[in-house]
């Protein structure tokens, strides 16, 4: 049975992009890439998280290609994105250097902006060449370095073995998702949004998340359950905002604020009252206006160091 990836209507319908490619990362696994906006405008990257896909930076993309080149890519395995033999964060690290490489000029500059296990590509690759080359400043939504499993409050239970083995078997299940109905609604704004999410918000997500196969969706979770960036976070050098949910069970507030505490360059931190894991979802309008403020900021600077 096929389903639909997203939503066909509202603001979390994708727009239209300007062009779309194939970029082939270090181990010749193939990604999806989607172009928006004026080719001369200022860049910006995004990076989706778990099942997820371009789909989910929709509201950010309509904003922000009025005046930027936003470049949207598929993970590998998700969206439009080939499923790939090899899962982890060498091969998340890859990918998004080749993104840089195929769709950036030589030298140039981009915000780039990571959602969860996107955040995590980002921190993956910060000590690599390739994104130094053409990472000028950085957002992480919602996500995390390390103790993922561990720290999660997706079980409601006091922290110990007995909640990290019940969030174990939950993240990593190989169980269908199946349609969604009222109740895969519920779970899923239960475990990944806050409690007041608006019910297209919710409908957005659902849509989203149901679509990714569930082989994709087991492979990842077994690299997020051993997930071990903290060394990543140090390498990280060029300004560096981060966004959080206070209701987030899947990377909660401890994480940002561990993050925060590590980043040589952080610029500040954003806590979201009652918001959850989904931020650029559940706060659109901030998500976007923080990227821009990072592209406005770190992008005119850099452009007058070059030129001094």
């Known amino acids: ?12 319908a994708p727009p ?7 970029v082939t990362s270090a181990d010749g696994s193939r990604l999806h890439v989607e172009v928006y906006g004026p080719e001369d405008a200022p860049a910006v990257v995004l990076a989706h998280g778990w099942c997820c896909s371009t789909a989910f930076w929709a509201a950010q993309i309509r904003d922000l290609s009025v005046d930027h080149r936003v470049i949207a890519y598929d993970q590998r395995g998700h969206g439009r994105s080939p499923v790939a033999v090899a899962h982890g964060t060498d091969a ?7 993104v840089l490489e195929e769709t950036l000029a030589p030298g140039e500059k981009a915000v780039i902006a990571g959602h969860s296990m996107g955040g995590m590509a980002v921190l993956a690759a910060a000590g690599r060449a390739g994104f130094r080359e053409h990472a000028v400043a950085v957002l992480l939504c919602s996500t995390g370095s390390s103790r993922l499993v561990d720290e999660s409050l997706v079980v409601p239970l006091r922290a110990g073995r007995m909640r990290t083995r019940l969030t174990r078997k939950i993240l990593g299940t190989r169980a269908p998702l199946g349609p969604v109905t ?7 704004k239960y475990g990944t949004m806050g409690p007041g999410s608006a019910p297209h918000m919710v409908e957005a997500c659902a ?9 994709v969706r087991y492979a990842w979770s077994r690299v997020l359950d051993s997930l071990d960036l903290d060394g990543g976070v140090g390498e990280l050098a ?17 994480h940002a604020r561990a993050l925060v505490a590590a980043l040589p360059n952080c610029v500040g931190i954003t806590e979201l009252p009652g918001l959850g894991h989904m931020t650029p979802v559940e706060a659109p309008e901030l998500v976007s ?3 821009r403020e ?8 850099d452009q007058v160091t070059e030129g001094a």
Do not use: N, Q, W
């Open 16 to 22: 239209v992009p300007a062009r779309e490619l194939t």
């Open 294 to 301: 990072l592209a406005a900021t770190y992008m005119e600077f």
């Open 182 to 188: 009222p109740t895969a609604r519920r779970i899923l």
């Open 289 to 291: 206006a923080k990227i």
């Open 207 to 215: 849509r989203i998340v149901h679509a990714c196969p569930r082989a």
């Open 92 to 98: 998340l690290a890859d990918d998004l250097e080749a």
């Open 238 to 254: 060029v300004p560096t905002a981060v966004v959080v949910g206070t209701a987030d069970r899947m990377t909660p507030p401890v």
């Open 1 to 12: 049975m096929s389903r639909l990836m997203h939503v066909a209507s509202g603001p979390y």
